[in-house]
């Protein structure tokens, strides 16, 4: 077995990917840090709703379309992670019984 392959493979990108997909990683995790990650998302969304939607109104009803599906995600996802970080714990843990 060996070690050195499964020590560069043990980063987040591929253990996202592994748990999210079932495999291991496609590309690699952005090196930018999370408030820039999510502002930059905002200024590309931003951008294209201003210049697709010249009438106020429309603009404000598909961003709080859009806030209203964000928050779904967000509840799903910090729900699921809370729920599979506790399991990993927990393995974890009784994995740790092996070595004693």
Do not use: C, P, W
Request: proline share 0%.
């Amino acid at each position: 077995m060996n070690f050195r392959e499964m020590a560069d493979r043990a980063d987040i990108a591929n253990i996202h990917s592994f748990i999210t997909y079932g495999a291991e990683g496609f590309k690699d995790l952005s090196e930018k840090n999370y408030a820039e990650r999510i502002k930059e998302a905002q200024l590309k969304i931003s951008d294209y709703l201003q210049n697709s939607f010249k009438n106020q109104e429309q603009l404000d009803e598909m961003l709080e379309l859009i806030f209203s599906m964000t928050e779904v995600y967000e509840d799903v996802y910090f729900e699921a992670g809370m729920l599979l970080g506790a399991k990993l714990g927990y393995t974890l843990k009784e994995k740790m019984k092996e070595l004693e």
